[in-house]
């Protein structure tokens, strides 16, 4: 039979396809994975492989090795069925195609508010009607600033947020902080903490529906790990 021009390729093969964050969460997610029972293939932990699908020892499973934010992107569209992302990608992306059952109390970090040491205090941040922020989180931080009457005109950065301010991009940054070095290195504080942050197992809610013996058994072997 053939497929339609669009099909998704998660829905025509036969095993689950499990989406993993490049980057320090991974580091982290190795002894989880190592308790749920998965091993990737041998050079899925190599960061020059070229590969971003691997085999595991379940020939049920194979993972994907993308970036955070794309986790979360892959498991709405029912590219991946499940996958491990940052509970900051989930406020940003705010979907209802995922379903996020276990927190797995790895990469822990917070989302925060920053501006430079030299003027923070200086005014009254309630009498502020417009506020550029530059930041990777445009939803987060129009929602945050929304809440209080602010308008918050986002500067859209992917990196490099920490110079946004001294250039005179934007009068704060909103943006991932694990020890606040980075920050303090470039002549930040930290003033206001957003949200804290862990990495959650998420699931593809059309896959739990369709394929919930499979799913459900996989969030018990990776909460039995947390357990372990």
Known sequence: M???????????????ILALPKGRILSELKPVLARAGIVP??????????RLRFETNDPALDVVRVRPFDVATFVAHGAAHIGVCGADVLMEYD???????????????RVSVAEQAATAG????TRWSRLAVATKYPNIARRHFAARGVQAEV??????????????????IVDLVQTGSTLKANGLVETEVIANVTSRLIVNRTALKTRPEEITSWIARFRAALEG
């Open 155 to 172: 500067v859209h950065l992917n990196g490099a947020m920490e110079l946004a301010p001294s250039l005179g991009l934007s009068r704060v």
């Open 41 to 50: 293939a041998a050079d899925f932990v190599d960061e020059d492989s070229r």
């Open 95 to 109: 979907t209802d195609q995922i379903y996020a059952p276990l927190d797995l109390g790895i990469g822990r970090c």
């Open 122 to 125: 200086l005014d009254d941040p």
């Open 2 to 16: 053939d497929l339609p021009l669009f099909a998704n390729l998660a829905d025509v093969e036969t095993g689950l």
